[in-house]
């Protein structure tokens, strides 16, 4: 295998897990017949620190029950009243399975959910970019997903001559707090990422919106992007992500909190 390749693949470990510890970690798991590790982290710059619990196997399935519980009463919500009760009711559901980040404890997690979103001054940008809802409460459980932090304005991994091969860039000259990838294109030594699938539900300037079966992120990368060369990459479709994000099996996330701005398609 050409060394550039071997160099490259490291790069996407380093990108994709390393750098998302500043603002919000891509979390693991890791998964035996007899337990299921989960964990989570603070997004957005909260002081915490992410937990890590083993859970059986029915008590896993109990939680997956509660995420769709949860997606049907958010979906049958008639008001903001009734979303943001949903959401701090949430938070006191999840800490009985203790995957609240360590450092947080239930107010501060219902705080931190629930609140304005932040870093307001990249909207002027965002706005003329494909947006389908912004300023939002969000709430989503979806597989073929990214969370990542964003504390620099430009940062890209290059790889000596052979140029940018791995690129995370943030085009806004502003801190966005965390963003999501949900799905993506194209295929780098036989690994396609694909469209992302689940469910996602936003309550913001826009009304409701929600999205559910396969979709992706539908920000262009003039805003921001996360690729490998020309051959591969990820949508972005939630910017400035303030939350927890939780990680169960494979890629599959759940996350609950605020966002600046949300772009996604079905596909």
Not at 210 to 234: A, L, Q, S
Request: charged residues 10%.
């Amino acid at each position: 295998m050409n060394k550039a390749y071997v160099v490259g693949i490291i790069l996407i470990i380093v990108c994709a897990g390393v750098i998302p510890c500043v603002d919000a970690q891509v979390v693991n798991t890791a998964a035996t017949n007899e337990s299921i590790t989960v964990t989570s982290e603070a997004c957005g710059g909260q002081d915490s620190k992410g937990a890590s619990v083993q859970l059986t196997g029915e008590q896993y399935q109990n939680l997956q029950r509660f995420l769709n519980e949860f997606k049907t009463q958010l979906y049958q919500a008639s008001s903001r009243e009734d979303v943001t009760r949903l959401f701090r009711d949430a938070v006191v559901e999840l800490n009985e399975y203790g995957v609240l980040p360590q450092g947080l404890n239930v107010q501060e997690a219902q705080r931190l959910v629930t609140g304005t979103p932040r870093h307001l001054g990249g909207w002027a940008r965002l706005a003329r970019s494909n947006t389908s809802n912004y300023l939002c409460l969000i709430a989503g459980n979806t597989n073929g997903t990214i969370v990542t932090g964003f504390p620099l304005c430009n940062l890209a991994c290059a790889l000596g001559s052979v140029g940018a091969l791995v690129e995370l860039r943030n085009w806004i000259p502003v801190q966005l707090a965390s963003v999501v990838f949900m799905g993506g294109w194209g295929e780098f030594m036989g690994y396609a990422p694909g469209p992302a699938g689940g469910w996602v539900y936003s309550l913001g300037a826009n009304g409701v919106r929600n999205w559910t079966g396969p979709m992706h992120g539908n920000y262009p990368g003039t805003i921001i992007r996360f690729r490998i060369k020309d051959v591969m990459g990820w949508y972005p479709g939630i910017i400035g992500f303030t939350g927890i994000n939780i990680m169960g099996t494979n890629t599959e996330h759940f996350f609950l909190g605020t966002a600046l701005a949300v772009s996604i398609v079905a596909v």
